[in-house]
């Protein structure tokens, strides 16, 4: 995601190089995009920034444990104790981000060190407690899904074997193939009797038409 602040920054820093002479902003201009890249990082790091994005993360857990709450009934108990941790979660970032406010008001810049390096720690470990339970929450509803499908495939087997083997369906079978077989036989039949009629009515056409010597020998008479 990319962060507005930091942008804003580099655009500065770019619009400042390119204002210097050619001689001058070839050899700094090196130095300014080290520094924008340097800030870049410090501010990505920065705890502010880690807790923003820790925030992010607590939130689409919350997306997916709403989700495995509505499909897998089944699971309550665990599902509740996700949510449990999900909340004392949620409580440490709200602790972490007062935590950050007050070192802000440190004077002594080696006990705000100190500070800062504790909340860097504390936010790390509660992003991990956070993808830990973003983790369990989606596998509860992987398990859910396959346990759903490999019921409807075991009831299908179920229902398959139940009508393979009633005798309704044998009866039903063999009916169909009998009937089956005569109509073939009589489409057979049809067909044989329609070319036995073709050949006879082209055997009596044959035998009407007159011979052509005893037709000229009468007309010559």
């Not at 996700?82 to 007050?102: C, G, P, T, V």
């Not at 346990?147 to 495939?153: A, D, F, K, T, V």
Request: glycine content about 2%.
């Amino acid at each position: 995601m990319c962060d507005p602040v930091a942008s804003l920054k580099s655009s500065a820093i770019f619009w400042l190089t390119s204002l210097l002479p050619a001689t001058v902003g070839s050899y700094t201009g090196l130095g300014l995009t080290s520094a924008s890249l340097a800030i870049y990082i410090i501010h990505r790091q920065s705890p502010p920034e880690r807790l923003r994005r820790l925030k992010d993360t607590i939130k689409a857990s919350e997306e997916i444990l709403a989700h495995a709450k509505s499909e897998c009934s089944r699971d309550f108990a665990s599902l509740m104790s996700m949510d449990r941790h999900l909340l004392e979660a949620k409580l440490s970032a709200s602790q972490i981000q007062s935590r950050i406010w007050k070192a802000a008001s440190e004077e002594n810049w080696k006990d705000y060190v100190q500070t800062v390096w504790e909340i860097l720690q504390s936010i790390n470990k509660c992003a991990k407690e956070v993808r830990e339970i973003q983790r369990d929450a989606l596998l509860t509803i992987e398990d859910e899904r396959q346990r759903q499908i490999s019921e409807g495939i075991e009831e299908s087997w179920k229902v398959q074997a139940a009508v393979v083997h009633s005798p309704t369906y044998h009866v039903d079978i063999n009916h169909r193939t009998q009937s089956q077989t005569q109509a073939q036989i009589q489409r057979r039949s049809n067909n044989y009797q329609e070319l036995f009629h073709n050949v006879g009515c082209l055997l009596d056409w044959e035998h009407r038409q007159p011979d052509p010597v005893l037709a000229r020998t009468i007309q010559s008479r």
